[in-house]
């Protein structure tokens, strides 16, 4: 397993991916993955199985709370077939470490409630529920906060 940094080349794939992850509504459109791509706080790591096959991908990035540095994960994709094969905790790892790295004190992230096993994913990973945000997908799907100090 590689994890590289996302290259320009990358979006259509990356794009396709997101769109068999989640459902229309909660996947994104094109201008938003390229937003998310693009700006300048945000970065996106690709983790490769073998040269040139994208496994999975993740997008994070930072923000200042009471001048504390924080970092947000923003997206998680895992290829169906690629799942259960530790792509998405060699992400989650990769991303922490480049957070540490900028001084970020905690992850953030937010998860869809009826998703069980991205949750239990979360945990495993030393996340804890902090919170809910009513309506946050769709307008009618509740999300959890989690976090995890870095």
């Given at each position: 397993?590689?994890?590289?940094?996302?290259?320009?080349?990358?979006?259509?794939?990356l794009y396709a991916l997101d769109q068999a992850c989640f459902a229309?509504?909660?996947?994104?459109?094109?201008?938003?993955?390229?937003?998310?791509?693009?700006?300048?706080?945000?970065?996106?790591?690709?983790?490769?199985?073998?040269?040139?096959?994208?496994?999975?991908?993740?997008?994070?990035?930072?923000?200042?709370?009471?001048?504390?540095?924080?970092?947000?994960?923003?997206?998680?994709?895992?290829?169906?077939?690629?799942?259960?094969?530790?792509?998405?905790?060699?992400?989650?790892?990769?991303?922490?470490?480049?957070?540490?790295?900028?001084?970020?004190?905690?992850?953030?992230?937010?998860?869809?409630?009826?998703?069980?096993?991205?949750?239990?994913?979360?945990?495993?990973?030393g996340f804890a529920r902090m919170g809910r945000i009513r309506g946050?997908?769709?307008?009618?799907?509740?999300?959890?906060?989690?976090?995890?100090?870095?």
């Amino acid at each position: 397993m590689m994890i590289r940094e996302a290259r320009a080349e990358d979006f259509a794939e990356l794009y396709a991916l997101d769109q068999a992850c989640f459902a229309p509504g909660i996947s994104w459109s094109k201008a938003e993955l390229g937003y998310f791509l693009k700006y300048p706080r945000n970065f996106a790591l690709v983790a490769e199985a073998e040269p040139g096959q994208i496994a999975g991908f993740a997008i994070a990035g930072t923000l200042r709370r009471s001048g504390v540095l924080l970092g947000r994960l923003i997206t998680i994709d895992i290829r169906r077939e690629m799942r259960r094969r530790r792509v998405g905790g060699a992400l989650l790892h990769a991303v922490e470490e480049r957070l540490r790295a900028a001084g970020a004190a905690a992850l953030l992230l937010e998860v869809a409630v009826d998703n069980e096993s991205a949750q239990a994913f979360y945990k495993r990973h030393g996340f804890a529920r902090m919170g809910r945000i009513r309506g946050y997908y769709l307008g009618r799907i509740d999300a959890l906060t989690m976090e995890k100090q870095l």
